[in-house]
T-cell receptor, first 113, second 114 residues
Framework: DQQVKQNSPSLSVQEGRISILNCDYTNSMFDYFLWYKKYPAEGPTFLISISSIKDKNEDGRFTVFLNKSAKHLSLHIVPSQPGDSAVYFCAASVGEYGNKLVFGAGTILRVKS | DTEVTQTPKHLVMGMTNKKSLKCEQHMGHRAMYWYKQKAKKPPELMFVYSYEKLSINESVPSRFSPECPNSSLLNLHLHALQPEDSALYLC?????????????FGPGTRLLVL
């Protein structure tokens, strides 16, 4: 049962443009959502998070939007830079299970210069 | 500082070997985690330690044995592994144990079982 889904395996964007990465979830009990960035052979790096009581969180070039009614969140990167090229994982946790994170399958972002 | 360190970076072992992976954090975090990541797959939770006690075991085979000697250290003891256990093993930590805590990951140990 895949509770967190990232349906786009890859995304290619021109440098300077906006990158939009999407994530859908099925468990309405999830109360915290995170985005991680991962380079090959490295651990995931935390990017940004959002609590289920909010609909937007912004940190520099990164903004996460949460639509609870649609069970959908998205990560916007503006402007995109070549160094942003990596795999992006969406993750979610639910209070019932404490700090257990459930990850999506990941989206490969390629930013072309 | 959100650094989690892991050693070794790479490990090759035979199916009869015994080895250990080590994870360390000095952020005062009270929860630590082991994840396994196969190629082109997301990380999958293996174990969670909260306040140095095992709180979650995701039905991991007994050939993987976690240990938390103190609040800064987390070990994963490996014995009689199978080739399909080859993967990237990730350690993470978080300040507390609630669901709204951010987990910070180490660089991982790349394990190859021959």
């Amino acid at each position: 049962d895949q509770q967190v889904k990232q349906n786009s395996p890859s995304l290619s964007v021109q440098e300077g443009r906006i990158s939009i990465l999407n994530c859908d979830y099925t468990n309405s009990m999830f109360d915290y959502f995170l985005w991680y960035k991962k380079y090959p052979a490295e651990g995931p790096t935390f990017l940004i998070s959002i609590s289920s009581i909010k609909d937007k969180n912004e940190d520099g070039r990164f903004t996460v939007f949460l639509n609870k009614s649609a069970k959908h969140l998205s990560l916007h990167i503006v402007p995109s830079q070549p160094g942003d090229s990596a795999v992006y994982f969406c993750a979610a946790s639910v209070g019932e299970y404490g700090n257990k994170l459930v990850f999506g399958a990941g989206t490969i972002l390629r930013v072309k210069s | 500082d959100t650094e989690v360190t892991q050693t070794p970076k790479h490990l090759v072992m035979g199916m009869t070997n015994k080895k250990s992976l080590k994870c360390e954090q000095h952020m005062g975090h009270r929860a630590m985690y082991w994840y396994k990541q196969k190629a082109k797959k997301p990380p999958e939770l293996m174990f969670v330690y909260s306040y140095e006690k095992l709180s979650i075991n995701e039905s991991v085979p007994s050939r993987f044995s976690p240990e938390c000697p103190n609040s800064s250290l987390l070990n994963l003891h490996l014995h009689a592994l199978q080739p399909e256990d080859s993967a990237l093993y990730l350690c993470a930590s978080s300040q507390g144990t609630s669901s709204v805590e951010t987990q910070y990951f180490g660089p991982g140990t790349r394990l190859l079982v021959l």
